[in-house]
């Protein structure tokens, strides 16, 4: 081979290598920082649709979480995949990182919020006893050592080790919070704004807390299937007559707060009316027009 044919080969491996790079310059997404959240009424707790409409958050009691040594796919609806490593959130956790959120909107993201255990035990409507602040820690600790990775629409892949990072003066047992970047980009995502007195009547009943989440997230609700509400609520039930048993509790519980008209169940299949809320109803009204 000529000098000129070795350095004519020479030049146009250059030119593919530095087009290539092109290439990939231009496949790169560049994630700009979050720079601000949705602010809502304080009679509101905003949710991004992710947490609403999987298995991340279980309507499972306390007793029944499980532990996902593994990163592990955990059951969602269509578009959104849901990735788990760590002890099982149930509803508790949710209404803890819910609040917390709450205290953060109104200022930029990556500022840290205080408050004192007793303040958010007492917003939660809890007991401000010993037991009560050993809950907290626990839940604190879950949230903070989870790590979640979610994707949406096999696009965009958000993953962090923890909800929140925290420091805990043990004196006074106020709370320094950090909420990460990650979980916080799940509102760029969708988002659902989640009645907080409705959901505070529900306490202590965990599957009846999930599904009022799921389903404040959809504005008209369409029958489903109860094998499919058993696996996207993360339910420990070990048979589907039990569970259709516990789902009949919780869906009366939503009729009783005003969240639900009525409810039936066709076989298999559980059809839900329910009281639309006002922005719903705008959008509803929207849709036939």
């Known amino acids: 081979m000529d000098r000129n044919t070795t350095n004519h080969s020479l030049d146009n ?7 290539l790079t092109e290439r990939k310059k231009a496949k790169l997404r560049v994630v700009e ?13 905003g949710t991004p649709n992710a947490c609403l409409r999987s298995a991340l958050f279980a309507g499972i009691q306390g007793k029944e979480r499980i532990a996902y040594k593994k990163r592990t796919l955990l059951a969602a609806v269509d578009g959104i995949e849901v990735r788990y490593l760590g002890i099982q959130l149930n509803q508790s956790d949710l209404d ?30 809890r007991g401000s006893g010993r037991s ?22 096999g696009r965009d892949a958000f993953g962090e080790k923890g ?18 970047e990650s979980m916080l980009r799940l509102f760029e995502e969708g988002y659902t704004y ?5 959901r505070q009547k529900l306490r202590k009943q965990p599957l009846a807390l999930w599904l009022h989440g799921f389903l404040s997230s959809h504005a008209a609700p369409f029958p489903m299937k109860i094998t499919t509400i058993h696996r996207l609520s993360g339910s420990g039930s070990k048979t589907l007559r039990d569970f259709k048993y516990r789902l009949g509790k919780a869906l ?13 169940f066709a076989d298999d299949i559980v059809k839900i009316k329910r009281q639309p809320t006002p922005s719903q109803q705008r959008f509803l009204d929207e849709q036939q027009h």
């Not at 917390?100 to 939660?124: D, K």
């Not at 009560?132 to 629409?153: D, P, S, Y």
């Not at 009366?252 to 039936?264: Q, R």
């Open 33 to 45: 920082p979050l720079k601000s959240l949705p602010n809502w009424p304080s009679a509101i707790r």
């Open 194 to 198: 989640i009645e907080f007195e409705q």
């Open 252 to 264: 009366e519980a939503l009729v009783s707060i005003g969240t639900l008209a009525s409810f039936e």
């Open 163 to 180: 909800f929140l990072r925290y420091y805990r003066d043990e004196r006074t047992q106020r709370y320094v919070v950090e909420l990460t």
């Open 96 to 125: 803890v990182w819910m609040q917390i959120v709450h205290l953060s909107r109104q200022q930029l993201p990556g500022f840290s919020v205080t408050f004192s255990a007793h303040a958010l035990l007492t917003a939660l409507g």
């Open 132 to 153: 009560q602040h050993e809950w907290l820690k626990e839940a604190m600790a879950r949230l903070g050592g989870a790590f979640v990775e979610i994707t949406f629409h």
């Open 13 to 19: 491996l250059t030119e593919r290598f530095q087009s």
